[in-house]
């Protein structure tokens, strides 16, 4: 089955809370039966309607289930005309990014720096408690 294309001219008609488009990585849905189930609130939705959505959808952090969801709503690719507004910068450095990149660096931290203050406390006790103990045979050798 051959994808839809969905035009910009298209995607911007449809932006009423009971005909509502966004476009997200450059593909387009249908979510106006979700916008009333949409745990962020319809607000943010309507004020996407029938645009780019990308930018908003990313800078949240939607989980995994949220982009499920997503995908049941999808209507097509969205078709730039030359006249039509690229995508932002900021959407596009995002497709490019592996899924999951973000956290993944941050879960990478969390876990190198716990244990590089452990090793550093558990090297100094081991340090410490060797010159205690030399001093103690030190002093009982004297
Ligand atoms: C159009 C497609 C969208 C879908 C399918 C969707 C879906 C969801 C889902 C399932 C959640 C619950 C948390 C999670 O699973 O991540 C959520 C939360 C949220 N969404 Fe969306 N969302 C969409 C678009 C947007 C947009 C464009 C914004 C704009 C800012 C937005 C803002 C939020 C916010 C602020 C929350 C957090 C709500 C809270 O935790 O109180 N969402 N969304």
Known sequence: MAAQEVTYTELLSHDTKEDLYV????????????????????EVLLDVGGQDATEAFEDVGHSDEAREILSGYLVGDLKRGANDPKPSS??????????????????????????????????????????????????TSA
């Open 90 to 139: 900021a959407s596009e450095n995002r497709v490019s990014l592996p899924p999951g990149e973000d956290s993944a660096g941050g879960i990478f931290l969390i876990t190198i720096s716990p244990s590089f203050v452990y090793a550093i406390v558990v090297a100094g006790l081991a340090g410490g408690a060797y010159y205690y103990l030399q001093l103690q045979q030190q002093q």
């Open 23 to 42: 476009a997200i990585h450059e593909k387009v849905y249908n979510v106006t039966r979700f916008v009333d189930e949409h745990p962020g609130g319809e």
